[in-house]
């Protein structure tokens, strides 16, 4: 199994909360990508990146921001939680662009109040 | 623009039946292909893939075929156990940029003995 390590595992917030979840890679990994999952939607990408303090949005990205100051970690931050954002968030890596695959953390479930 | 359709679920058989969840796709350019799998309380797993037209992904007994005339990358298994119960996902990667998933919304297989 990838290295890929997710924290918290779970967390419980209430609407206008600021939310920081990490996500840790040990295989270094160029490429890495947040998830939020909903029914009905599948899996939909906030944002990803390329590199150290290189980042970018993806489908979803209003109300979300990261950050990537080390290859091996990726921050995603809620700035001001609301209860649209109640979901499982995966993290995945990949190693290069290109027609390699991602690799994903175990989630974390966010519920907010 | 990139999108996966994926067979509604949920899908529910018995022991040893054969199982075809339909996956179709829209794309620019020519994607790699992929099904996921994701087990209760757990994250994605990559399954198979395929990358480009014709070829075959196989893993674990199941098989998918690029097929790249009807935009399609079916999911075939001749003989389903219990253990496969999952919700299964079928993604696109864009192949350009930062090698982007598009997933569809996921079947749930749940498979009785």
Redesign the interface.
């Given at each position: 199994d990838a290295g890929i390590t997710q924290s918290p595992r779970h967390k419980v917030t209430e609407t206008g909360t600021p939310v920081t979840l990490r996500c840790h890679q040990t295989e270094n990994h160029r490429?890495m990508?947040w998830y939020r999952q909903d029914p009905?939607?599948?899996?939909?990408?906030i944002h990803?990146s390329?590199g150290v303090k290189d980042t970018?949005k993806?489908e979803v990205s209003d109300g979300y921001s990261v950050s990537r100051s080390k290859t091996e970690d990726f921050l995603l931050t809620l700035e001001s939680a609301t209860s649209s954002q109640t979901s499982v968030y995966?993290c995945?890596i990949?190693e290069?662009?290109?027609?390699?695959?991602?690799?994903?953390?175990?989630?974390t479930r966010l519920t907010v109040t | 623009g990139n999108s996966v359709t994926q067979m509604e679920g949920p899908v529910t058989l018995s022991e040893e039946a054969f199982l075809t969840i339909n996956c179709t796709y829209t794309a620019t350019g020519y994607p790699s292909l992929f099904w996921y799998v994701q087990y209760p309380g757990e994250g994605l797993q990559l399954l198979l893939k395929a990358t480009k037209a014709d070829d075959k992904g196989s893993n674990k007994g199941f098989e998918a075929t690029y097929r790249k005339e009807t935009t399609s990358f079916h999911l075939e298994k001749g003989s389903v156990q219990v253990s496969d119960s999952a919700v299964y996902f079928c993604a696109l990667s864009d192949q350009t940029g930062a090698n982007n998933l598009f997933f569809g919304t996921g079947t749930r297989l749940t498979v009785i003995p």
């Open positions: 490429y990508y009905g939607h599948g899996l939909r990408l990803y390329y970018d993806g995966f995945a990949s290069s662009a290109g027609r390699y695959e991602q690799y994903f953390g175990p989630g | -």
